[in-house]
């Protein structure tokens, strides 16, 4: 293992992925300061989707919840592209989930814990974060779920 936060993952039965390659004009992440901000990760493993469609039609919320967990892993992927060691990173300062649903759809922290929760086993106190969940009508790819994280590290 190349870090703690990597040996802890691994243990918690992940692994970090290679990150992403981006869909569009954008990069994974950016580093201002000492703070990481991670563009909107999808729940992709080796390229592919998880699961496609709307959560509470075609995407059970147990599903869902493993799909903010993997983007969440993404993410993580993303920081560690930029920082080099996730060993430096000081606290998760922010997560935002997009949760691609109808309308009726209101369940999307229950989602959106996939990634927090992960992030609370990782890294313990230092996850305690701010937090957005939303409904969106559709995600890129057809994505269930979106993750966006912001890093704070030393």
Same mark, same amino acid.
């Given at each position: 293992? +190349?870090? /703690?936060?990597?040996?802890?993952?691994?243990?918690?039965?992940?692994? @970090?992925?290679?990150? $992403? /390659?981006?869909?569009?004009?954008?990069? $994974?992440?950016?580093?201002?300061?000492?703070?990481?901000?991670?563009?909107?990760?999808?729940?992709?493993?080796?390229?592919?989707?998880?699961?496609?469609?709307?959560?509470?039609?075609?995407?059970? #919320?147990?599903?869902?919840?493993?799909?903010?967990?993997?983007?969440?892993?993404?993410?993580?992927?993303?920081?560690? +592209?930029?920082? =080099?060691? @996730?060993?430096?990173?000081?606290?998760?300062?922010?997560?935002?989930?997009?949760?691609?649903?109808?309308?009726?759809?209101?369940?999307?922290?229950?989602?959106?814990? =996939?990634?927090?929760?992960?992030?609370?086993? #990782?890294?313990?106190?230092?996850?305690?974060?701010?937090?957005? +969940?939303?409904?969106?009508?559709?995600?890129?790819?057809?994505?269930?779920?979106?993750?966006?994280?912001?890093?704070?590290?030393?």
């Amino acid at each position: 293992m +190349s870090s /703690a936060i990597e040996a802890k993952i691994a243990e918690l039965g992940h692994a @970090l992925p290679v990150v $992403p /390659a981006p869909i569009a004009a954008y990069v $994974p992440a950016v580093v201002t300061g000492n703070l990481v901000f991670t563009s909107g990760q999808l729940p992709t493993v080796e390229g592919k989707l998880l699961a496609e469609g709307l959560v509470g039609r075609d995407v059970d #919320i147990e599903t869902a919840k493993a799909c903010a967990q993997q983007s969440g892993l993404n993410a993580l992927a993303a920081v560690k +592209s930029v920082i =080099g060691d @996730l060993d430096r990173v000081v606290r998760i300062v922010k997560v935002t989930g997009f949760i691609a649903c109808p309308s009726d759809f209101t369940q999307h922290s229950a989602v959106v814990n =996939g990634a927090s929760e992960l992030f609370g086993e #990782i890294f313990g106190d230092a996850a305690k974060h701010a937090r957005s +969940s939303v409904g969106m009508a559709a995600l890129p790819l057809g994505a269930p779920v979106e993750i966006e994280v912001v890093v704070e590290f030393r």
